[in-house]
């Protein structure tokens, strides 16, 4: 059962597994979390809005590290985003000189705020990136970003001290990118700890891998210093793309379906208008930009450890399955939590989407973002939200909107909250006031809704005009959600 958020709630996480504070770090840890929360709305700080995840997932995730590793001062938190680890680790050892690194300015205004009124002495940050324009003298770096080892030691090769220390908080599948780095760098690093720890009571695992840095030069392709000098702008790893065979082409074109998306969790985003949003609020998820040859280099913004792939044009044409001849981002795609019936119901509307459209997926995604849906349960039946035409219906809004996965609709139960089944032989749309909690359940596109909802006494339809046989399905719940959010039930806020 989850935990009421409070502060003893989160005293009592952190010490179940085997974190104790002082009660003042308490405090100023509850303090963070509410800071993050009240922010999170604007800047997407965090994808994860359960209290109980919160605190598992960012601030035990955090202090784990602890366990194991003595922490150097100064140290910066590469790429700290909303300052994890770096707060975290900032309150549990006050002594401990915080630099937080994080390049997108709003971000970084939030760590500065965030700092202040925390009364962090000692904590400061770095609106920038680490790399060859960071050369302040520091004893240790510590990163959870999703660059790879390699190309993390290269790039803090310019701020860390001979006898310094790179820590890396990484899954558990890191010994290619261990192995890899003592074999290309074993000159200028020694790998001096890896530990594997995880958070009691849950699955979730941690390496912690620790690089000590020697007094040696790093002479490394990961150093942004080895791109070519009419490419200076772009300073971090780009890769040539010459073949079929190669790993990051074969995987990009493996996440163009469904299946290649669930079993790699990435997926493809085309479309210069979408890019440039993704790459303002939720540039955390990027890993890859991908172009033809003479193709954009990425925007100032991104992680420094994204990789910019330099396609052939051949390749760059069969991923560009949309035809925008424009640059391409390879993210990594949300977790879509398993749905339960059992579990709590938030207020407002939960939509039920069945779709196998992708579009259909996509557009209703947006129009479930833009009329303020409580989450949306993607059914068995429905194609997958990143899909790549899914997510050019959706834009940006495929991000934005909790998705969780649910059973078939065939096996939907009607449970004791309101379902509201979208039903042309229902009683019109707008006769009745909208529950204040119920799920929206549209039909699959043709065989509309299953047995044992047609006929529910909640049904609802949207009237059209004599002749016109139906809908389009995700239109039809466009104006379902209209009517809901200008209805009564409405949760507050206006539209627009």
Known sequence: ??????????????????????????????????????????????????????????????????????????????????????????????????????????RAAFLRAACERLGLDGAEVHEGKVGPHFT????????????????????VAYCLRPGGRMIFLKGPDCDPEV?????????????????????????????????????????????????????????????????????????????????????????????????????????????SWLTGPGGDPPPEGLDPGVTWLRLDASLFRELDVSGTKGPLLLARVPEMPTWSEADPWPDGCTLFVPFQDPENVGAVLRSAAAFGVSRVVLLREAAHPFH??????????????????????????????????????????DLDPWPDRFGLVPGVEGPGLPGHLRGHPGRRRVPIAAGVESLNAATACAVALFSWRSGAGRPSGSLG
């Open 179 to 287: 192995a890899e780095a003592r074999q290309a760098l074993g000159e200028a690093y020694r790998l001096s700890g890896d530990f594997a720890d995880r958070i009691p009571g849950t699955e979730h695992r941690r390496r912690f891998v620790v690089f000590e840095r020697l007094d040696a030069p790093v002479v490394s392709a990961s150093m942004p210093e080895a791109t070519p000098p009419l490419e200076r702008a772009f300073s971090g790893p780009a890769k040539e793309v010459t073949s079929a065979s190669n790993p990051s082409f074969r995987l990009a074109r493996e996440v163009l379906n469904g299946r290649g998306i669930r079993k790699h969790g990435r997926a493809l985003i085309s479309g210069r208008r979408i890019l440039s949003e993704v790459v303002d609020r939720f540039a955390d998820r990027v890993e």
């Open 136 to 155: 302040r003298p520091v004893e240790g770096v510590i990163s959870r970003a999703v660059a790879t080892i390699p190309e993390t030691l290269g790039r």
């Open 388 to 429: 790549p035409k899914a997510v050019r219906a959706a834009g940006p809004a495929v991000f934005q909107v909790p998705i969780l996965s649910g059973p078939s609709i065939d096996e939907l139960s009607l449970g004791s909250v309101p379902m509201v089944p979208l039903d042309v032989d229902g009683p019109a749309i």
């Open 1 to 106: 059962m989850s935990s009421t958020p409070n502060r003893a709630a989160l005293k009592g996480i952190l010490e179940r597994c085997g974190l104790r504070l002082s009660e003042g770090q308490y405090d100023l840890l509850w303090s963070y979390h509410r800071l993050l929360r009240e922010a999170d709305a604007e800047l997407n700080l965090t994808r994860i809005r359960n209290f109980e995840n919160m605190v598992l997932k960012h601030y035990v995730d955090s202090l784990l590290v602890l366990k194991h590793v003595e922490l150097p001062s100064p140290l910066v938190d590469m790429g700290s985003g909303a300052g994890l680890p770096g707060i975290p680790l900032k309150i549990a050892r006050p002594g401990v000189h915080m630099i937080l690194a994080e390049p997108r300015g709003a």
